[in-house]
């Protein structure tokens, strides 16, 4: 279990800075949530959209990888 | 608005109630012992203890207060969203599993593994049921409020029946009966939310003068200072009609009322300064409170029945880009770039005190482009990240930070661990709840969005949105939201109240007053606790009926952050930490964000009334100094009290 943490603690990490990127800009540099990166769509509802499927993908990944690193070995791993 | 009783929604919600009533005496058979009361004997499978999270944690904040944020300020809502689901990385990738080795029934059991200690116990039971009934108090106003223009109740009557519901729901099964109810629910709210959400794509949208009644909003002008200046300027626009006399405050804040004699119709109008030193009139509506108690719509006496006087449903388009007028059925992605270069008509209010003691609310027409809807920013809370003051901005970062650390730190989400086998059963369940959770907060920006633009608003209720936004559809969808809505409450709240029972009974009288109890008198202690504790929720959510409820919602998250996410994490992750250090970041934590909130701009601006500028903290949102303070102050006193250890 101790390499699922550091697996989880790896990707928490990942998840954190993007959040916290997300919340600097928001808060230091509003105006660079308005940038249209996809036509008639700004950066903030890409970002935010953005952030909620990386939460939905780091999890499938981190069950995966738990799954390959662990529990496939059954309960005594 | 008035709203008058659904029989379609009375028997859809009487069927809810029955069910859950009926499923939990069916499953009271099954929980016996302390470990089936406490924790489902750790036999519910995994898939189902994952969407009962969905089911636990989507609250009445998640779906009403976040539905009904974005409908009113757009974006700033899903800034709710975003942060609510970052909480949960740190429940899958930190605390999950730990959280399931470790404990038994209780939150503390946890965190008291290593120590054995009374005084962790006691602390953390404290704050385990400060916590669970910060949390519980909006959970009951919600259903107050929503429950009294669904059935036609008062809002004590509403609060009382959800209280005793629950308490039935939680005294018959405990935790067995809990989680099938929060799983329904969940897989109800999810399943129901893509429905409507499908539906929103479906109608499109359309450039509209009012909302679902028919009344349309008039705009007239534009007008000169001179012309205003006549006696008869009214007649230019009515054929024959007068000004009505109003109060001085009306005419300093541009407000008119006029008597339009031909129609025997009283309209309010508010003037819009142009660029060019004219002005729009804009047709706006008011609520009035005189000192002896009525109300007035519009001027006139507040109706009852429909086709009495009432406030009219808002919520529109007053245009589309490129001139069109409807855009018929959008995808996700087009409905979004439609909006964006859309006009929305928001309803923004403003108070004034009448010489005579009478209190007006206007609502007044503000058409906004839909770019600027979606940027955050709109809201009260949020309105700090175009300040100037580096305060305002910082009390933005401290409320995103207390979103993300306090879902792992809410004692009624970290208990549901303890239902499932083992860990890998923990984790998994986890990423289903993560996947429910995550699924519906994308759906909450095209709810919230939808409901903008449904002409169904109640400008006077941003809780109503998506039960008024489904009416809109149709009245059995209206039925079914509004019954899950109500649901959505007795998930929560049953959560809630089995913390607070666990917490009293194992926390505080078994572990910190050593009274020795048989399994059979811990779940009877415990029924009694959360009988008691329903009682006490209750008689909150009734005395705190006029506080906001996101409001409260933020204090639960923040106290709970700084309470219990720096003990939780150092105790996994740093060997040096000692019962002591436990016992003081716990004590900080709880103390310190409690004392902040209750000396911040926005407590003494909302619940004392005292002018916010005398508030003592530099900004409202506790996190960021608090949940810190927690951290240092656990590694302070550890290395303090090391090597007594």
Sequence with gaps: MARNAKIGLVLFVVYLLCYAGFVGLNAFSPQVMAQTPYPQINLATVYGFGLILLALLLSLVYGVLCFFCGDRQGPAS | ??????????????????????????????????????????????????????????????????????????????LYSIGYLAGWIVALFVVAEPMKRLGKFTFADALDSRFQS???????????????????????????????PLLGLSHWQGVALVGATVIFIVVSAGMVSTTYVQFLKGGLLVLFSLVLTVMILNRGLIVQQ?????HQFRTLGPVSDEQLAKPDWTEQFFFKSSLEDVDLAWSERG????????????????????PDGQYLLREAQTVTRTPDGTVLVNGQPKGVRKGEPELHPVGYLSSLSNGKTRTGPLNPISYLQEIYGAEVVQWPSE?????????????????????????PGNHPTFKGIHSNHLSDRINFVSLMLALFCGTASLPHILIRYYTVKDEVSARK???????????????????????????????????????????????WLFAMISAIAFTTVLGTVSGLILASSGAITHDLLMSTFRLKLNDFEQVRI??????????????????????????????????????????????LFWKGTTK??????????????LAWILLSEDTFKSVYGLDPSLAIVPFSQPGIVTIPLGFLTLIVVSLMTRSRE
């Design chain 2, 351 to 375: 108070s004034i005190v009448e010489a005579d003691g009478s209190r007006t609310t206007f609502y007044y027409p503000k058409v906004t482009p839909g770019s600027r809807l979606l940027m």
């Design chain 2, 580 to 593: 002591q250090g436990v016992i003081a970041a716990v004590t900080v934590g709880m103390v310190s964000s």
């Design chain 2, 255 to 274: 407000y008119y009322r006029i008597h339009d004699s031909l129609n025997n119709e009283i309209t309010t109008w508010r003037l819009e300064p142009l």
């Design chain 2, 1 to 78: 608005m008035i709203y008058e009783p659904s029989w379609i929604a009375v028997i859809i919600f009487l069927i809810f109630v029955a069910a859950t009533m009926g499923l939990s005496f069916y499953l009271g058979s099954r929980s016996r012992s302390s470990q089936g009361y406490f924790a489902a004997h750790g036999q519910i499978p995994w898939f189902i203890n994952g969407i009962a999270f969905a089911g636990d944690y989507l609250s009445a904040a998640s779906f009403l207060g976040i539905c009904g944020m974005i409908a009113f300020y757009g974006y700033d809502g899903f």
């Design chain 2, 118 to 148: 009374r005084g962790i116990k006691l602390t953390v039971g404290i704050s385990t049921l400060a916590v669970s009934l910060f949390y519980l108090i909006p959970q009951m106003v919600g259903a107050g409020a929503l429950v009294q």
């Design chain 2, 210 to 214: 009012g909302g679902i009644d028919g």
């Design chain 2, 429 to 475: 369940s986890t990423i289903v709840g993560i996947g429910a959770i995550g699924f519906f907060y994308i759906l909450t920006l095209y709810l919230g969005l939808g409901a903008m633009v449904s002409g169904a608003l109640d400008v006077t209720d941003t809780n109503m949105a998506a039960p008024l936004l489904a009416k809109s559809m149709n009245e």
């Design chain 2, 526 to 571: 415990a029924k009694f606790a959360s009988v008691l504790i329903g009682a006490i929720a209750i008689v909150l959510g009734i005395v705190f009926e006029k506080l906001n409820v996101t409001y409260l919602v933020g204090w639960a998250f923040s106290v709970a952050a700084s309470a219990n996410l720096p003990a939780l994490v150092m105790m």
